[in-house]
Structures are given as structure tokens and as C-alpha cells.
């Protein structure tokens, strides 16, 4: 199987941190003049892990960087070493991504593009769900594919969105409809239609979310990073 997806994700993300594509995989401490964020990417064969922030917290980063074994440990240390500059830290997040080669192709005959009309249908799958898997399912409007029940509730739902012109999916199934893998179906054809405008596509979720991540692995997408980003104030 061809690694040219990796490839991408490496030239995606040397772009938007504005680092030098080999700092990807060979990782290190860089500083990142257009952000306002501290954030780590650790890629998965890399070196090391990638660490940037500002250029004044480059000796601080500098030192995290180098005494920290784990992903977990690397955040902890730089949140305390930020101390109060530390506005919230968001992540670990698992990062996967998916080309013409891997992507599922299968079960999407049930699946069908939401139209305007079905908004209210969207509207009321969120209020049925827990808050914290509403915010977290980045399910916020079209364009999305939906399963449908007889009675056209929305049993789960992929929506389509654009990070840094990198299409990314976020999904939501039905408390009561889960377990018949109806999120792989939905994913799968959001995918399929991301892949109509870039080369791979980009599923984000919580490393501790494992069923989230299940359903991208089994939609095709393939393991590129964990992350995480440390806000500042």
C-alpha cells in the first residue's frame, strides 16, 4: 500500500505550522510566529514529537521537550511550566486519514445527502444527546449524510466540514441506534464526497474516545498523529 497519504499529511501540516516539512518526522522545538497557541504533534513512526508556541517560550518548550518520555507527560509539564499563561489545554486528539485506496466503499446504499429540510431533523438529534458528545461530534450543518428511520428521525449523521482547506469529518449517531454500524455508513460517504475536492480527508477525535476512533478505522482511516494544544492567555 502506498504511503503517499502520509506524504500529504506531512506537506498539510508543514503549511499550516509553517515549519519546515522535515520537523514533521524528525520533531523538535519550533516557534510558531502566527499562532497563539502552545501544541504538540506526535507523529506516528517520527523521531520525536513536534512541539511549538511562541518564540519567547522557546527555552520553556525547549526544556518540556526534553525531559518528557510520553505525549501525556509532555502536557502535563508544559501546562505546569505555563502556569498561568495556561488557559486550557485541549486533546490528546487521535488524528486519522483516509485516500481513494483505503477509504470504505461499501453499506452507503442507505445513506443519503441532508438537504436544507433536514435541519430540524439535525436540530433534534443534538437535543437527544448528551452535551458533551454533541459538542465534541463536530455534527454542525451541511454539507452532511444521513440515515434515516421509517418515521425520518435521523439515526446518525457525518457532516463535512473544512479545516485549514483540509476537509474533516465529525459524526453522530442516535443514542438508541448505536452498535448497528450505521456511523461507518455515514462517515464512509462524507469521506467518499471530501475526497471528491482533496487528495485524503481527516478524521479528529479524542485519543480517550475509542469508539469514535474504531469507526474511523473501520471506514478506512489510517492512524497519522495524537495532538493536543495548550491555550494561552
Known amino acids: 500500500m502506498t504511503d503517499d497519504w502520509r506524504l500529504y499529511a506531512d506537506d498539510w501540516w508543514s503549511d499550516v505550522l ?23 504533534i506526535s507523529v506516528r513512526e517520527a523521531v520525536a514529537p513536534l512541539v511549538y508556541g511562541p518564540p519567547e517560550l522557546l527555552p520553556l518548550l525547549h526544556a ?18 505555563l502556569g498561568s ?13 483516509t485516500d481513494a485506496t483505503s477509504v470504505a466503499v461499501s453499506d452507503i446504499d442507505s445513506v443519503r445527502a441532508l438537504e436544507e429540510r433536514d435541519l430540524a ?31 425520518r428521525q435521523l439515526l446518525a449523521v457525518a ?8 476537509p474533516t469529518i465529525g459524526v453522530l449517531t442516535h443514542p438508541s441506534a448505536r452498535g448497528q454500524g450505521l456511523a461507518r455508513r455515514v462517515v464512509a460517504a462524507a469521506a467518499q464526497q471530501g475526497l471528491r475536492h482533496r487528495t ?3 478524521y479528529r477525535a479524542r485519543v480517550r474516545n475509542t ?10 482511516f489510517r492512524h497519522y498523529c495524537d495532538g493536543l494544544v495548550i491555550d494561552l492567555v
Open 18 to 40: 509553517r515549519v519546515p516539512r522535515h520537523a514533521i518526522r524528525d520533531g523538535g522545538v519550533h516557534a510558531t510566529h502566527h499562532l497563539d497557541h502552545v501544541g504538540v
Open 159 to 166: 457532516c463535512l466540514g473544512v479545516w485549514n482547506d483540509m
Open 64 to 81: 518540556k521537550w526534553s525531559n518528557a518520555a510520553t505525549l501525556p507527560m509532555l502536557a502535563r509539564s508544559l501546562s505546569d511550566g
Open 200 to 202: 485524503v480527508v481527516q
Open 121 to 151: 431533523a439535525l436540530d433534534a438529534l443534538h437535543q437527544q444527546t448528551p452535551t458533551a458528545e454533541r459538542e465534541e461530534s463536530g455534527t454542525t450543518g451541511l454539507p452532511a449524510f444521513g440515515i434515516f428511520g421509517d418515521d
Open 85 to 97: 499563561r495556561a488557559r486550557r489545554v485541549l486533546g490528546p486528539a487521535w488524528y486519522g486519514y
Open 211 to 220: 469508539t469514535s476512533i474504531s469507526v474511523a478505522q473501520r471506514s478506512g
